[in-house]
C-alpha cells in the first residue's frame, strides 16, 4: 500500500498511530538536530519530523530531499509542541521511521507556493506544476463541484444528458469555424462546432423535450481578454415552452448553484431589463447593475446655441459620481484621456463639480450660466460634493457604448464593483438583427434560428430592423454568463429568415437544408439557452480570467504554450490530406 492517508486527513484522534503517507516536498527547514518537511498532496499538507539524535542515517537521507521529490514515508502520529492554526492537520505532525524516494525532482522553475514568484509564461508552460499550487487547484475542485450540481439539478427535472458529435459542419455563431480536413475525404473539412445549435434542435425534433450538455464549443475569434478558442457551454434545449418557461427552469438554476456553491441567497426574481432600456440607462446590453450611476440625457438641458459641439450632437448623456468634486485637475486629465483612448474612441469630456455652497463650476463655464448649471444640478440629481461627467457624439449608440466605459471605470475607481456582491438581471427584448458594415447586410444578432417576438413578425417585410427576437441574456456583475431564445419551428419562417439574412435558397438549402427538412416533419415549439461554464466558475471563485479555472488554457494567441501548439504538419501528413500549403510571408 504506497499510503494510508493523505496528507490532509490526520488529526489530533490519530495521535500514536503508524502511518504512511505519499506526497511531494513542498519544503525542508533544518533546525539544530531536527529536520522538518511539509509534505504535500492534493488533500493537504503534513509536517515530518526527522531527528538526527535518534536516527542520524534517517536524518542525512531526509536533509538531502529537494522540492518537489515525491516520497513515501511511514511514521508515527505525534501532538506537534507548537501547533499551526493555518492548516487543519496543524496540530499533528509525523515521527518519520522509514523513508524511501519514489522519484527525484529537477528544480522547479518557480516555487509552488499560494504566491510563487513565477510569472504568467512560465507557468503555462510548466502548467501541470502550476495545477499543483492550492489557488488553481481550488478552481478544478469548484469546476467539478459546479458540473455535478448542474447536472443533478437538470436530471432531476427530466433533463437528459445528450453528446453530439464535434466532426460537424458549420454552425453559425458569428465567429470563424475551427476546420478539420478528412483524409477520408480528400478536400473536404468538417467544422468543430461553434456550439451544439442545430443538433439540439434536432433532438427536440426527435422528441427528447429536455436536454442538456457540458460541452466543448470552438470559436476561431480574435482573442479578447476574457476569451478562449475553446471552452465550455451548459448546453439545454426544451420543447412546448414559452421564454417564460425557460426563464423560470434556468434562474432557478442559477439561484441553486449560487446558494450551495457560493451560500448566497436572492430575494425575489431576477430583474429583467429590455435591450432598449439598458442602452438607454446604462449604454450595455449587460449592464452591472452593482451600482447605480445610471444616464441622464442631456439634451434637453445643454442646447441652447451657445456650445457648437453640444448643439450638433446626436446624444449628450451625464453621470453623477458621488463625492468626486474633489477629483484634482490631474485625475480629471486621466478621465478625459481614458474616454480618449482608440478603444474608446471619445472626443473629450466634460465636468460639473458640485460644490459645498451648492452652485457649479465646470470645464465650459464659458458657454453655460450658474442658471443652466444648476437645471444641469438638478436634471443630474447631484449634490454638494459630486462630479457630473458628461460626454457627446453624433452617433447616439456609440456615445452611450463610451459613457458606459466611463461608468465601469467610475464604479472601479470608487470600489462599486465588488467581487462578493452579485447582481443578475435577464436581458431581453434584443433586436431580431444588426447591421453588419463589413458584410454590408443584417446579420442576426443571436442566431439565425432564434425566432422573432410574435408582435414583430409583421414588421419582418416592412421594418426588419424593427424586429425584436424572442431572445434573452443572463447577465451577472456586468458578463453574459448565459443566452438563449425561442426558436423558429416553422419552415417557412425559418426560410424567411434566410432570404433576410441575405442567403440564397439554394445557400440556405446547402448549410441548413437537414434543418428545414427536419422541420417538415413535425417540429415541436421550442427553445433554450447555454450557460458559460467557465464564465460561471470564474464568477464564483473571484476571479479575473476565465483561464485559472481551466486546467489547460490557450495564452492570448490561442497557443498551448506548453503543447507547444499549433504546430506544423509533417509534409506526408500533408500530403496524406492532399493539402498544399501557400503561406504568405
Ligand atoms: N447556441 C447559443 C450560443 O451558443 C445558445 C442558445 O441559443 O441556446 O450562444
Known amino acids: 500500500m504506497y499510503r494510508t492517508h493523505t496528507c490532509g486527513e490526520l488529526r489530533m484522534e490519530h495521535v500514536g498511530k503508524e502511518v504512511t503517507l505519499a506526497g511531494w516536498v513542498q519544503r525542508s527547514r533544518k533546525m539544530g538536530a531536527m529536520t522538518f518537511i511539509d509534505l504535500r498532496d492534493r488533500y493537504g499538507i503534513t509536517q515530518l519530523v526527522f531527528n538526527e539524535d535518534t536516527d542520524a542515517e534517517l536524518c542525512a537521507q531526509a536533509n538531502k530531499l529537494g522540492r518537489e521529490f515525491v516520497i513515501q514515508v511511514v511514521g508515527t502520529v505525534n501532538e506537534r509542541y507548537s501547533k499551526n492554526k493555518n492548516i487543519p492537520t496543524g496540530d499533528i505532525e509525523i515521527i518519520v521511521s522509514q523513508l524511501k524516494v519514489l522519484n527525484a525532482s529537477e528544480i522547479p522553475p518557480f516555487t509552488i507556493e499560494d504566491n510563487t514568484d513565477g510569472g504568467d509564461d512560465i507557468r503555462m508552460k510548466y502548467r501541470y506544476l502550476d495545477l499543483r499550487r492550492n489557488a488553481v487547484r481550488k478552481n478544478l475542485e ?6 455535478i450540481e448542474v447536472r443533478n439539478y437538470l436530471s432531476n427535472l427530466g433533463f437528459l444528458e445528450v453528446e453530439t458529435p464535434m466532426l460537424i459542419g458549420s454552425t453559425p455563431e458569428g465567429a470563424r469555424d475551427f476546420v478539420v480536413p478528412s483524409r477520408m475525404n480528400p ?13 439540439k434542435q434536432l433532438l427536440m425534433v426527435s422528441g427528447f423535450d429536455r ?12 482573442l479578447r481578454a476574457d ?13 412546448f415552452v414559452t421564454q417564460e418557461d425557460i426563464i423560470q427552469t434556468f434562474e432557478g438554476m442559477a439561484k441553486h448553484l449560487f446558494k450551495v456553491l457560493r451560500g448566497v441567497e436572492f430575494d425575489g426574481p431576477f430583474l429583467r431589463l429590455p435591450w432598449a432600456e439598458a442602452m438607454r440607462r446604462f449604454g450595455s446590453d449587460k449592464p452591472d447593475m452593482r451600482f447605480g450611476m445610471e444616464f441622464v440625457e442631456l439634451d434637453d438641458i445643454l442646447k441652447t446655441g451657445a456650445f457648437p459641439v453640444f448643439d450638433n450632437a446626436a446624444y449628450i448623456g451625464g453621470i453623477c459620481a458621488p463625492g468626486c468634486a474633489v477629483y484634482t485637475r490631474k485625475q480629471l486629465d486621466q478621465l478625459t484621456d481614458f474616454v480618449k483612448r482608440p478603444q474608446i474612441g471619445a472626443k473629450g469630456l466634460v465636468y460639473a463639480r458640485v460644490q459645498d455652497d451648492g452652485t457649479v463650476k465646470s470645464s465650459v463655464d464659458k458657454f453655460y450660466g450658474q442658471e443652466v448649471l444648476q437645471q444641469l444640478k438638478e436634471k443630474m440629481e447631484a449634490k454638494p460634493g459630486d462630479l457630473i461627467l458628461i460626454l457627446s457624439g453624433d452617433d447616439a449608440m456609440k456615445t452611450r457604448k463610451q459613457l458606459c466605459e466611463l461608468r465601469l471605470e467610475m464604479g472601479e475607481r470608487l470600489g462599486l464593483r ?25 446579420m442576426a444578432m443571436h442566431h439565425p434560428f432564434t425566432h422573432p417576438m410574435d408582435e414583430d413578425i409583421a414588421l419582418l417585410d416592412s421594418d426588419p430592423a424593427a424586429v425584436r427576437a424572442d431572445a434573452y441574456d443572463m447577465v451577472c456583475n456586468g458578463v453574459e454568463v448565459g443566452g438563449g431564445s425561442i426558436r423558429i419551428h416553422d419552415p417557412e419562417l425559418q426560410e424567411k429568415m434566410f432570404e433576410i439574412l441575405g442567403f440564397t435558397p439554394e445557400k440556405a438549402q446547402e448549410q441548413f437544408g437537414f434543418l428545414m427538412n427536419a422541420f417538415k416533419y413535425g417540429a415541436p415549439p421550442h427553445g433554450g439557452l447555454a450557460y458559460g461554464l467557465d464564465r460561471w466558475v470564474s464568477l464564483f471563485a473571484g476571479l479575473d480570467s476565465i483561464r485559472d479555472c481551466i486546467a489547460f488554457p490557450k495564452n492570448n494567441s490561442g497557443r498551448d504554450v506548453m503543447l507547444d501548439a499549433p504546430a506544423a504538419l509533417d509534409q506526408s501528413q500533408l500530403d496524406e490530406l492532399s493539402l498544399k500549403l501557400d503561406l504568405k510571408a
Not at 187 to 199: K, M, R
Not at 211 to 221: A, G, L, N, P, S
Not at 418 to 442: I, Q, Y
Request: aromatic letters at 16%; one cysteine or more; glycine letters at 2%.
Open 142 to 147: 469548484l469546476r467539478h463541484k459546479m458540473c
Open 187 to 199: 478536400g473536404q473539412f468538417y467544422a468543430l462546432p461553434q456550439s451544439p445549435q442545430t443538433l
Open 211 to 222: 436536454y442538456f450538455q457540458i460541452v466543448k464549443c470552438f470559436r476561431d475569434e480574435d
Open 227 to 239: 476569451r478562449q478558442p475553446e471552452f465550455t457551454q451548459i448546453d439545454c434545449e426544451m420543447s
Open 418 to 442: 465588488d467581487k462578493n456582491k452579485f447582481a443578475l438581471l435577464w436581458v431581453t427584448e434584443f433586436p431580431m438583427f444588426e447591421w453588419s458594415e463589413e458584410e454590408g447586410r443584417l
